[in-house]
């Protein structure tokens, strides 16, 4: 790489931005796949958690920034399992706005609400953020958008419904300043 030229890495950042752009959606779909299977004591897999929480969203008319974010908030579950919640955070950076982020980033630890204090820990524990003006639209997203999202007789719908979306937000420039 110490002899590639201003003219080389340009061209290259080119025909890597064109490829990562023209499969980035197809890739995120084929990752967010790797949920379909075992239901590890729910009712429903985590795919099935993923497009019930997305179909929440777009059925109480969230912006498609809440959209997508709701059908990728455990994608994390497939690839980092302990931080599952700061890699779904990561992937949606780029594209979503500052709210969003935040608050799947987040949304790990504002779900133990519902469940820390049966394993002995602090159910209160998502306080810590009580200052930030995310912490009110993370309380919303766990109570509205991933708690009640385990229901296998909920009219879940598939996932071409998100496609639009999907492509959509993905499409945008990236927020993150390039480094041209």
Sequence with gaps: MADGTEEDYRHLGEVF???TKGHL???LLGILA???GPKLGYQVDRYQHSLQ???RALRADESLDWVVGALLHD???AFAPENHSEAAASLLAPYVDDEVHWVIKHHGLFQGYYYFHHLGGNRYARDQYADSPHFEACKRFCQEYDQN??????DTLPIEAFLPALEE???RSSR?????
Excluded: Q, R
Excluded at 149 to 154: A, E, G, H, K, T
Excluded at 176 to 180: G, L, Q
């Design 34 to 36: 790797l949920l379909k």
């Design 17 to 19: 931005e064109e490829h």
């Design 25 to 27: 959606v197809d890739n």
């Design 75 to 77: 994608i994390g579950d």
């Design 53 to 55: 929480s997305a179909t």
């Design 169 to 171: 937000v993905f499409a």
């Design 176 to 180: 993150v300043p390039s480094i041209a």
């Design 149 to 154: 999202c385990f229901d296998p007789d909920y």
